[in-house]
T-cell receptor, first 112, second 113 residues
């Protein structure tokens, strides 16, 4: 089983739609969680961290369910510029030497 | 803002060559990472380092080595390049804070002929 699993998509949605991405992780000791965004042929960039109580940043809402080992990202009122691959990312140990594990990414295309 | 700089954006080498990919970060971060990214496989960790002269194997270290002589610089070495090492290589730097993101370089698209 992969450490971090995402639905690879692709998701094709019209502008203005609401879209949700899900992610599961296998290591119950995972400590920190992130969503990264990667545009075609570019490096991954942090979209948002995911906090235990859930958090919102504009049109983006992230949720964490530790009991189910599940993370989600909700995008409301999709824009053309949201088209990208969204990577679910999980951090292991807290001590130095810890590492991030990346999901394979979910591809989103927002259509006019 | 953290700046991670990779020495080359595009690189073409021949099978059997020794290849060096360089990465420099300017924020005094302890942790540095080398990944490769391939279609359908996502980002895979090759090696990482949490301090000068320290290194740990990631998920796919075979055929690679690394060097971290200075805190700001982390080098990836392909000892004898092979065609299956054609890939996008990404370097990242990361501090120790719990919610601090990893910062990536622009990537090196390496082709081995």
């Amino acid at each position: 089983r992969k450490e971090v699993e995402q639905d690879p998509g692709p998701f094709n949605v019209p502008e203005g739609a609401t879209v949700a991405f899900n992610c599961t992780y296998s290591n119950s000791a995972s400590q920190s969680f992130f969503w990264y965004r990667q545009d075609c042929r570019k490096e991954p960039k942090l979209l948002m961290s995911v906090y235990s109580s859930g958090n919102e940043d504009g049109r983006f809402t992230a949720q964490l369910n530790r009991a189910s080992q599940y993370i989600s990202l909700l995008i409301r009122d999709s824009k053309l510029s949201d088209s990208a691959t969204y990577l679910c990312v999980v951090r292991g140990r807290e001590t130095s030497g810890s590492r991030l594990t990346f999901g394979e990414g979910t591809q989103l295309t927002v259509n006019p | 803002d953290v700046k991670v700089t990779q020495s080359s954006r595009y690189l073409v080498k021949r099978t059997g060559e020794k290849v060096f990919l360089e990465c420099v970060q300017d924020m005094d971060h302890e942790n540095m990472f080398w990944y490769r990214q391939d279609p359908g496989l996502g980002l895979r960790l090759i090696y990482f380092s949490y301090d000068v002269k320290m290194k740990e194997k990631g998920d796919i270290p075979e055929g690679y080595s690394v060097s971290r002589e200075k805190k700001e610089r982390f080098s990836l070495i392909l000892e004898s390049a092979s065609t299956n090492q054609t890939s996008m290589y990404l370097c990242a730097a990361w501090g120790a804070d719990r919610y601090q993101p990893q910062h990536f370089g622009d990537g090196t698209r390496l082709s081995i002929l």
